[in-house]
Every structure is written in structure tokens, then in C-alpha cells.
Nanobody, 124 residues
Framework: VQLQASGGGLVQAGGSLRLACRAS????????MGWFRQAPGKERESVAV????????GFGDSVKGRFTVSRDIAKNTAYLQMNSLKHEDTAVYFC??????????????????WGQGTLVTVSS
């Protein structure tokens, strides 16, 4: 599967953005999806995970209550809705997918397919 991330940009603190991750190839319900981000000088961190079923979702502590994930199978696209953005949310955001049937976690090593990243800049 190939992943194409989009939707990044510049937004003021307190604002919202929705990132999209369009998949080509197999349908998204064949994969667990992860969203990750990497800020300058920092390690990549898990933001959100959606399992293959779409029914189990997890979020990093720093974004709980502010970010949500969803997917549209018909459009073969996953979404990361980011609300109440903070300056510290500034990072390059990546979507990732794994076809491993039993894996649905926050470890980036578990994902074999990655999008190219989209930059989110939150001005304070």
C-alpha cells in the first residue's frame, strides 16, 4: 500500500486542522493505522492508533481529548482531526500502516508502510 498524507499547514494556537492519509492499493480495513509526529530535535512519537477493525483507538497522552481519528473506507482515507492546537503540536506528522494481523500499537517499528509526512506549524 502507498500512503499520501496531506492537510498540514500554519494555524494559530487554539485552531484546528484535519490531516488526511489516502491509501492506494488495498483497502484501509486491511491495516491498522498509526499517526506519528516528529518535532525538530525530538524523537518520533505516537499520536494516535486505529486498529484494523476501526473499533479500538488509542491516543498519546499529550493529545488526548483534543485529537480524534476516523477513516472513510469508500475514500480509502484515514483522518486525524486536531483541535485546540498548541504550539508544542508543531511537528511533521506521518501516517503509517501495518498489515500485521495482530499488531495495533504505538511502536513505530511495528509499521511497515509510511506516508511522506506533512508539516503542521502552530503559531503561539
Amino acid at each position: 500500500v502507498q500512503l499520501q498524507a496531506s492537510g498540514g499547514g500554519l494555524v494559530q494556537a487554539g485552531g484546528s486542522l484535519r490531516l488526511a492519509c489516502r491509501a492506494s492499493g488495498r483497502t484501509l480495513d486491511a491495516y491498522a493505522m498509526g499517526w506519528f509526529r516528529q518535532a525538530p530535535g525530538k524523537e518520533r512519537e505516537s499520536v494516535a492508533v486505529m486498529c484494523r477493525s476501526g473499533g479500538a483507538v488509542g491516543f498519546g497522552d499529550s493529545v488526548k481529548g483534543r485529537f480524534t481519528v476516523s477513516r472513510d473506507i469508500a475514500k480509502n482515507t484515514a483522518y486525524l482531526q486536531m483541535n485546540s492546537l498548541k504550539h508544542e503540536d508543531t511537528a511533521v506528522y506521518f501516517c503509517a500502516a501495518t498489515s500485521q494481523i495482530t499488531y495495533c500499537g504505538s511502536d513505530s517499528d511495528g509499521y511497515e508502510f509510511w506516508g511522506q509526512g506533512t508539516l503542521v506549524t502552530v503559531s503561539s
